[in-house]
Nanobody, 124 residues
Framework: QVQLVESGGGLVQAGDSLRLSCAAS????????MGWFRQAPGKERNFVAA????????YYADSVKGRFTISRDAAKNTVYLQMNSLKPEDTAVYSC?????????????????WGQGIQVTVSS
């Protein structure tokens, strides 16, 4: 079955950078938009960033604009989230997801497949 596997998380200090990766297997990668979501302890899951099938359009939550960059590599079936200037409030479990449509990517609904998630902790 389809698998999305995140990597690159960890513990960093405020101001540091991290790059998350999400490798997709058994997925027609070029036919799916990809997104990143995060969930902090005791809070609901929130949209972080998304990228369309072709990579031509990206979307970001206001809280990460200018600091995070989403990208995709079709040859590697992988989507990335470059996170710069990290803040303690960025601490959460980050999950990637795949959507067969290019619409409504800031919401959970279009996403068909989800990864297990990876912890990112930013200390002050």
């Amino acid at each position: 079955q389809v698998q999305l596997v995140e990597s690159g998380g960890g513990l960093v200090q405020a101001g540091d950078s991290l790059r998350l990766s999400c490798a997709a297997s058994r997925l027609n990668f070029s036919g799916y938009a990809m997104g990143w979501f995060r969930q902090a302890p005791g809070k609901e899951r929130n949209f972080v960033a998304a990228i369309t099938w072709s990579g031509g359009t990206t979307y970001y939550a206001d809280s990460v604009k200018g600091r995070f960059t989403i990208s995709r590599d079709a040859a590697k079936n992988t989507v990335y989230l470059q996170m710069n200037s990290l803040k303690p409030e960025d601490t959460a479990v980050y999950s990637c997801a795949a959507s067969p449509v290019n619409r409504g990517l800031s919401r959970d609904l279009p996403y068909q497949y989800w990864g297990q998630g990876i912890q990112v902790t930013v200390s002050s």
